[in-house]
């Protein structure tokens, strides 16, 4: 079976944050894959437009991982790690199309930044992260640990992202 390289982003600003930190590393080893590098972890104030207040700082840590699993399956392991450590994604509303996205402090969230080389656009899963060069909080754990990766869309490295943010 091919062995493909996904990079992702875990991140929370809920409850015991370390330790949900590495539950989810080692989620991640067990559900989705090998880990192959990791940054440090990060501390940074919250980014965008949040329905509450929210009452910690998030702490971030990028990942590069080796799997079997398709895009899609990653995806699905995610969603599923996320609810094991406790995440409640709200419901969806018709309203919730805004061009203004409203974001939820949680326990834990994991995006999938990128996945191989490849382009993914479906409803529910785009690849590489659409928002992930407008982001500091990504761009910083990602520099860490593939600064000459470039990104398939932008033609750009991380390291060149970044100091462009």
């Given at each position: 079976m091919m062995t493909n390289r996904v990079v992702l982003l875990i991140g929370g600003n809920q409850g015991d944050r370390y330790c949900l930190m590495e539950q989810a590393t080692e989620q991640i080893r067990q559900r989705i894959g090998s880990v192959v590098a990791l940054s440090r972890i990060c501390e940074t104030k919250p980014w965008g437009d949040f329905a509450e207040e929210p009452q910690q700082?998030?702490?971030?840590?990028a990942l590069v991982?080796?799997?079997e699993l398709t895009a899609r399956q990653v995806l699905e392991e995610a969603l599923a790690i996320e609810a094991v450590l406790g995440r409640l994604r709200p419901a969806v509303h018709e309203s919730d199309d805004l061009p203004q996205r409203v974001y939820h402090s949680r326990p834990m969230d994991i995006d999938i930044i990128f996945y191989n080389?490849?382009?993914?656009?479906?409803?529910?899963?785009?690849v590489p992260h659409p928002r992930m060069h407008q982001r500091r909080f990504v761009l910083e754990p990602l520099a860490e640990i593939i600064p000459g990766y470039r990104h398939p869309v932008l033609k750009k490295t991380v390291k060149e992202l970044l100091y462009e943010l």
């Open positions: 700082d998030f702490l971030n840590r991982v080796e799997t080389d490849e382009v993914i656009d479906t409803p529910d899963l785009t």
